[in-house]
């Protein structure tokens, strides 16, 4: 379906100094949401699905803030040049077709953008790897280059979503290579970006993202990895009210993970075969700051 071409109406915004935390640092690590599918759906078991009115709410609650949700890659771009303090990433996994008929309209509309990570190897297909449904369909490539021309970013999920830390090396690299090549012939570009599936991520699989000219790759959790090519993300799902997305940010803001490796992609660790399990600043630390409540299962994993 061709993304909404009604014109963009972003509603009045207060004034930055009333989001005075977001001021402190600039090495945390940048608030990026994780969204999958968009639609109305009863039965959701691994709760990967937020309703188009629970989206608008949420997008308004960000104007609200004062905060512009954007893709990864104008995310990543705008805090190098150190402008990035009112933008949040927005990004959706598994490329659902909905994306194209339910999100963007709403984030042309409230003046967002989102990254979209897609896969090239499940054209029009559908989730079968979540095994409890419920079955949605994927974006064909004309659904992808539609959402590439509403101005969303189009990242990879690889080819057809497998743990890739349980994958042959050749496997692996198709997932990530092979998927970045089939990205760039269907829309023009290779993709900047690339997402993990299920979040599961080790020293090996990123190395893979960066051999393959990723310029960042999306994880779930923070962990010893964490950097620009293993971002923590928050899930986000229809539970999440104005008041637990206010909640969710404080704590991103009180835990402040760090980006120790961000700047200039110059002090990876990866590519110096740092150990899987070592630590670094952005370990993962208990948390603390205001009570949030627990995350639902399907949200921790990444589907
Ligand atoms: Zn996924």
Redesign the pocket.
């Known amino acids: 379906m061709p993304a909404d071409t009604a014109p963009v109406r972003v509603p009045a915004r207060r004034p930055a100094a009333r989001d005075t935390l977001s001021r402190r640092g600039g090495r945390t690590a940048p608030w990026v949401l994780m969204y999958h599918s968009v639609g109305e759906c009863a039965d959701d078991p691994y709760l990967i699905t937020v309703s188009p009115d629970r989206l608008e709410r949420q997008l308004t609650w960000l104007n609200r803030r004062g905060l512009t949700g954007v893709g990864m890659a104008e995310l990543l771009r705008a805090r190098a040049e150190g402008r990035g303090n009112r933008l949040v990433g927005l990004t959706f ?2 490329g659902y077709t909905d994306f194209v008929e339910h999100a963007v309209p709403l984030l042309r509309r409230y003046g967002h953008t989102a990254t979209v990570f897609v896969l090239p190897g499940r054209l029009g297909g559908g989730n079968e790897w979540d095994e409890l449904g419920p079955r949605k369909t994927l974006l064909t490539e004309e659904g992808i280059r539609a959402a590439a021309a509403a101005g969303m970013e189009i990242g990879s ?1 690889g080819l057809v ?1 497998q743990d890739l830390t349980e994958t042959a090396d050749e496997v692996l690299t198709d997932e990530v290579r092979g998927s970045r090549d089939r990205l760039q012939e269907i829309t023009g570009a290779a993709p900047e970006g690339f997402c993990y ?1 299920y979040g599961k991520v080790d020293a090996r699989v990123v190395n893979a993202v960066l051999a393959a000219g990723y310029t960042y790759g999306c994880a779930v959790a923070a962990g010893p990895l964490t950097g620009t090519h293993a971002l923590p993300r928050a899930y986000v799902g229809e539970r999440d009210t104005d008041a637990r997305l206010h909640l969710k940010r404080l704590r991103h803001l009180l835990l402040r993970r760090t980006l120790p490796y961000e700047a200039g992609h110059a002090a990876l660790p990866y590519a110096r075969g740092a150990a899987p399990g070592a630590r670094d600043r952005a370990g993962t630390r208990p948390a603390e700051g205001p009570p949030v409540p627990p995350e639902p299962r399907g949200g921790q994993d ?2």
């Open positions: 996994d598994d999920h979503h599936p990444g589907r």
